[in-house]
T-cell receptor
Framework: AQKVTQAQTEISVVEKEDVTLDCVYE???????LFWYKQPPSGELVFLIR??????QNEISGRYSWNFQKSTSSFNFTITASQVVDSAVYFC??????????????FGTGTLLAVQP | DVKVTQSSRYLVKRTGEKVFLECVQD?????MFWYRQDPGLGLRLIYF???????EKGDIPEGYSVSREKKERFSLILESASTNQTSMYLC?????????????FGEGSWLTVV
C-alpha cells in the first residue's frame, strides 16, 4: 500500500540555521512521483518540487535542496540558512503512475517549521 | 501563472444546512480534486473529477457529493452539514494527459459547522 511518513511533527530553529525535513514513502509501483509543498499561514499549498522515480539526482534551488534516495525510500528537504519567511507547514506527497492520469496525491501529515528571529 | 480560486475563504454554517464550496481553475486542466485537511491527519482526498460530469470517490467521500458541469468549475456539496465536517477544504487541479503531473492548489476554505 502507498504511504508517506513525515515523522517530524514540529521543528523549531533559529534564523540562519540549516534544517532538514524528512520524508519516507512506501509504494509498490516502480514509476512514481514525489512532491514537496509549502503551506504558509495563509493556507494555500505552494508547489516546491516534483521528482520522478527514475531521476535520483539531487536538486538545489537557491537555499532549498532535495535529497532523493530510492535505497532508503526517502526524499528529504533541506533549507540552508533558514529565514523567518520559511516558517510554514511542509508536506511531502506521492503520486503513483499506476493511479493513471488522475494524478491522485497521497500526503504525509506535514511538518510545521518555525523559524525564530 | 496558474490559478485555482475558491469562492469562500471562511464560512460558518449550522448543522443540517446544505453547503456549497465552489472552485474555479483557469488553466484548462482536466483533473480537479477536493481535499480535506485536519491537524495530524494531513490532506485526505474526498472526491476527484477527470472530466466534465465525471467523478470518482476518494478516500473519505461519506457525507459529501460533487458537481462538475463545466471544465473549469468543481463544486463540493455537503448535503447536511455536521460538526465533524468542520475543517479546511482545499481544491486543486492538474493536467490529465499523463500521470505525475503537478497538482496546483487553491487558498483553502475554512468551514465551521455549529
Amino acid at each position: 500500500a502507498q504511504k508517506v511518513t513525515q515523522a517530524q511533527t514540529e521543528i523549531s530553529v533559529v534564523e540562519k540555521e540549516d534544517v532538514t525535513l524528512d520524508c519516507v514513502y512506501e509504494t509498490r509501483d516502480t514509476t512514481y512521483y514525489l512532491f514537496w509543498y509549502k503551506q504558509p499561514p495563509s493556507g494555500e499549498l505552494v508547489f516546491l518540487i516534483r521528482r520522478n522515480s527514475f531521476d535520483e539526482q539531487n536538486e538545489i534551488s537557491g537555499r532549498y535542496s532535495w535529497n532523493f534516495q530510492k535505497s532508503t525510500s526517502s526524499f528529504n528537504f533541506t533549507i540552508t540558512a533558514s529565514q523567518v519567511v520559511d516558517s510554514a507547514v511542509y508536506f511531502c506527497a506521492l503520486s503513483e503512475a499506476g493511479g493513471g492520469a488522475t494524478n491522485k496525491l497521497i500526503f504525509g501529515t506535514g511538518t510545521l517549521l518555525a523559524v525564530q528571529p | 501563472d496558474v490559478k485555482v480560486t475558491q469562492s469562500s475563504r471562511y464560512l460558518v454554517k449550522r448543522t443540517g444546512e446544505k453547503v456549497f464550496l465552489e472552485c474555479v481553475q483557469d488553466m484548462d486542466h482536466e483533473n480537479m480534486f477536493w481535499y480535506r485537511q485536519d491537524p495530524g491527519l494531513g490532506l485526505r482526498l474526498i472526491y476527484f473529477s477527470y472530466d466534465v460530469k465525471m467523478k470518482e470517490k476518494g478516500d473519505i467521500p461519506e457525507g459529501y457529493s460533487v458537481s462538475r458541469e463545466k471544465k473549469e468549475r468543481f463544486s463540493l456539496i455537503l448535503e447536511s452539514a455536521s460538526t465533524n465536517q468542520t475543517s479546511m477544504y482545499l481544491c486543486a487541479s492538474s493536467r490529465g494527459s499523463v500521470s505525475g503531473n503537478t497538482i496546483y492548489f487553491g487558498e483553502g476554505s475554512w468551514l465551521t459547522v455549529v
